[in-house]
Structures are given as C-alpha cells and as structure tokens.
C-alpha cells in the first residue's frame, strides 16, 4: 500500500446506516398518513381503516418494485425521488383500476387523497433525509473513496467538480494514469499511485469503493472489460466517464448495435408543448407571487425611498435570441452608480467580463440587506409576466458582456433568462467565469421540467445561505 494514501474503512457502514434510516422513515410517513387519514373527514370511521391498509400495501409495494430502497439511488440525483413518484403513481392506478372492477366507488377519497398525500409525505420524508446527509458530507462525513483512472487533464477535472460538490459524497483519494509514477507525483492534490495495470491491486489494498474511469492514453474496451471482471465480487461501483460533452437526462439513450452499446444523443427542443407549459406555469406562478408578496414589494419600496432615489432600477440585458429588454430590480446602490464603474475598474473582483466586488462602496445600506437575502430580484417577476424572463433559466446578460462572448457561450441565448437558475444555485458570484459558462450551458442542452422543479427547490437554501450574494 502507498504510504501516502489513507482510506477510512468504515464508509460502507454509513451507507448501510443510511438505507436503514430511509426505510425506517418511509414505514413512519406511510403508518403516520394512514392514521391520520383513519381518525379525520367523513370517511374516517368503520372501513376506512381497511382501506387505507389497502393503500399502505400498495405504496410499499410500489416502493419495492420500482426499487426505492436501492442503495445505489439514495441520497444521488433525482432518480430516488422519481423511484417513489412512479411507486405511489401506481398505487393509486391500481387502486382505481381495482374499484371499477370491483365497482367500489368509495375508493376515490384514497386514489385522489390519502395516496398523494402518502407521495408528498415520502419525499419531503427523502428530502429531509438527503439535507442531513448533505450537512454531514459538508463535514467530510459519509463520504466514499474514489480512485480516478485517467489522463492528468481528466484526472484534474474530476477532482475540481468533486470538490467543488461535496454533497455528492466522493472524495477522490488516489489516481493512476498510463505512465504512472507511485509516489512521486501528485495531480490536484491527489498522489498518483500507479499505471494503468495497477488498478485492481490498488482498490484491494486501500478498500476503494468507487473507480472512476475517465478518458485516458491505451484505455481501450479489453483493458475496460478486464478491470470490471477483476473487481467482481469486490463491491466496487464502476463509473466510466464517456468524454462526452456535459448531456445528460431525455436526451441521453443508449442504442446498441450488435451487442455493442452506443450513446445516442437526441437534439435538444427548445419548443413543444413542454416549453408552452412551462411559459403557462411561469406566468401563472409569476402573478400568483407577485399578490403573495404585495406587502412585502411595499414594505421594501418605502425602505428604498429612505434615500431618496427611486425604488426600481432598470437596466438593459440581452435575452432569447439577442433581444434587448428592460430587466427590472429593487435599487440597491446609489443612484450614479453605473457611471462609477470605470472609476472602480481596479478594483474588479468579478472573472472574466463581469463587474463585481465583495464590498462595493455603490451599494447603499438597505441594499446590501437586499443584495444578502437576493430580495432586489423580487422585481423581475413582472419580467416573467411579460415574457421577456422565465423562472429559471441563464444568467441574463449586459451588453459589454455579450461582446466579449465566444460562440459557445451565446447558445445561452436558446432559452429565456431566468430569475434563478445553475448559476444561481451553485456559488453566484463566487464562481469562476468558465464554471459560469459551463452551469448555463448545461441547463440549456439539457432542460426539463424536472430540472426546473430541482433548481427552484434548490433556490431556497440558497438564498438563506447567500453564498456569492455580493
């Protein structure tokens, strides 16, 4: 074993400990609905009880048969979560499909109450779960061990995206390349402990759990073939990067030719019914937020108007296909302040063509109340009544930003800009200019309502957090 590498041995437990937790709280949510739904409303007396029994047995099995509790999807992405939608989906068409059989119209109250209810309750129950594994894991706590087969360039970005998403729960502890030097060579950080011939005897010696495999010099199909046989019976998770460009989800197929499988990548749409719902449910949410927040927009405008400047601010940005619009915010510098930026130029902290500054002498004193709590965005809500913004989406740009774009950075210019979005909700201004890039293009090549619904969610924590929010 390399001298300077050390692996924790007990990370396998935590894995268990978690899967015990989920389950545990799944059967709480699943008796605790159950129960309510048996002692309230006009069907809570007599054979309710036996109903919902009925329905309790079918979300477990629903959850068991699309395979909820599979180790391999708790607390990672979003696919444990549509394992329980399509579980509890199920439930409730059985449970329908059983009373018109059977003629059992009292059933209704179940197929459209108590088994959504059950739904939502299980993934709050999950989210819950997942929050305090990623609390933990920002601790450097339950975290599994990963070796990264690969060129250095490979090798690097893994290691930087790992780093930069320790929610994920990997923590890169060792590489090997193809001219591996153990010991005397470290990339990122991470010793380089062997060539490609020495994965196998590595992950045994040091108890890996997780081998990724990233593009590399003399990595062909055999030598990845004869990696997976080795680690059989190890319980080692393979991961191999294709070296594709960042597409994932609906677009994403696998398509074997003869026994050979082959990722096929479909056109991204950027119209359809998809996009015309998401503009309906944009503009509706929009309105709906906009009459919620009414005192508080009024509470905030008298606050602004303290320093006698007006309340909004209005600026020109570039949004879907390079069209100018007027994006409205709460003010929150001084009233000259676009005419200091060449003034405060030496002092940019801000990568690449962005303007910015952890302590900006424009900023008033309300608005860096704003500006912690994102509340000067509150505004652009009549941007996406208007249809020039969406809820989610890129970064809306400034003019004198778009003219220093290269050409992959204009496909931002595919969708409408959002109030939040990647950029948002993984660091703001804190970000590099190319991880910047890069968030806003991953969401234009592979947007889908899911990831709308994620990055929404992920807004509020945020938000609360205001990490980047300068």
Known sequence: MSPSVTVRT???????????????????????VAGIATMVGDWGLGPSAQFNLVAAALVLTGLLVFRAWDRGVLGQGSEE????????????????????????????????????????????????????????????????????????????DLV?????????????VAACTSTGTAGSTEIAGVPVIGDLDDVARHVRELGIEVVAVAPAPGWGPKRLHRLAWDLEGEGVELVVDPGLMEITGPRLHVAPVDGLPLLRLTE?????????????????????????????FLFLAFAIRQDGGPV??????????????????FRS???NADKLVDQLAATNEG?????????????????????????????QLFN?????????????????????????????????????????VSGRSDLTWEESVRLDLRYVENWSPALDASILLKTVGAVMRGRGAY
């Open 312 to 329: 909004f601010y209005r600026q020109e940005r570039v949004g879907r296909a390079g069209q100018r619009f007027q994006m409205i915010k």
């Open 81 to 156: 979560f549509n394992r329980v939608l399509r579980g509890t989906a199920v439930a409730a068409i059985v449970l329908a499909l059983a009373g018109m059989a059977l003629k059992v119209d009292a059933v209704r109250p179940w197929i459209f109450g108590v088994i959504p209810a059950t739904g939502a309750a299980l993934l709050l129950g999950r989210y819950t779960v997942r929050r305090l594994l990623h609390r933990a894991r920002r601790d450097a706590r339950c975290m599994s061990s990963v070796l990264v087969v690969g060129s250095e360039a490979s090798i690097a």
């Open 268 to 296: 991204p749409r950027w119209g359809g019914p998809a996009r015309i719902a998401k503009n309906i449910i944009d503009r509706t949410a929009a309105i709906a937020l906009v009459v919620l927040l009414a005192p508080v």
């Open 160 to 172: 930087a995206r790992t780093r930069r998403v320790p929610h994920h729960g990997w923590t890169v």
């Open 333 to 335: 510098m001084v009233v």
């Open 384 to 424: 996406v009544i208007g249809g020039s913004m969406s809820l989610v989406g890129p970064r809306p740009p400034l003019e004198r930003e778009v003219a220093t774009y290269a050409d992959d950075a204009r496909r931002k210019f595919l969708v409408r800009p959002g109030l939040t979005g990647l950029w948002q």
């Open 351 to 379: 990568s690449g063509p962005l303007f910015k500054m952890k302590r900006d002498p424009r900023i008033t004193r309300i608005g860096g109340f704003l500006r912690r709590l994102s509340l000067d965005e509150l505004p």
């Open 10 to 32: 007990s990370s396998r437990r935590w894995q268990q400990r978690l899967a015990r937790v989920v389950v545990a709280t799944d059967l709480a949510v699943i008796a605790l």
